[in-house]
């Protein structure tokens, strides 16, 4: 009977075992495949969307990269609304900071254009989610350097706004609404 149930035990152990053995070898094959579409992804090649349906957010997260180097917006916009509250803190800071980025990359493509009306509110965008990535992440370098840019960009487009520029007409911004830091003593 202790032998039966002896044999019974490590018959459990060796099914446990290898159900492990097999389950981390399924991991380790998933990271690989899925590391493989990032590769893919970072070379400039697109990869299919059925693929995708059981991808981890990072996968979806190098595609709306992807998007965006390619100036696939709406595409962008679309994955990464999809994937916004996934992961991590910082894996949603991420998201955030890369929406940021394509929002902020639309709105200096119409300033160039002098399509001003159309870049106000993209940056307006790209400033809100470059605040949420630092508030999920508050030691976000990028994010704070590229809100930094996108402040200085709604200034100076404002500024260029401004119909008649003669001296009678101008308005006194405060120095608050200057591109740049303050110079002098107070």
Known sequence: MTRTLRNAALWGVLAASSF??????????????????????????????GKLVSAKPEVRLARAVYFKSKHRYDEALATLSLIMDAGDRALQAKIRYNLG?????????????????????????????????????????????????????LPEMDRVN?????????????????????????
């Open 20 to 49: 492990a053995v097999f389950y981390e070898l399924w991991a380790l094959y998933r990271i690989d495949r899925e590391n493989a579409w990032m590769e893919q992804l970072a070379s400039g090649h697109d990869i299919d969307i």
């Open 162 to 186: 401004i119909k008649d520029d003669s001296p009678d007409n101008r308005k006194s911004q405060p120095w608050t609404t200057v591109p740049g830091f303050p110079r002098g003593l107070p």
């Open 101 to 153: 980025n394509v929002y902020l990359e639309q709105a200096v493509e119409q300033a160039e254009a002098k399509n001003f009306n159309e870049a106000l509110p993209l940056a307006g965008l790209a400033k809100q989610a470059y605040r949420q990535a630092l508030a999920l992440d508050s030691r976000f370098w990028d994010a704070k350097y590229n809100l930094e840019v996108a402040m200085r960009l």
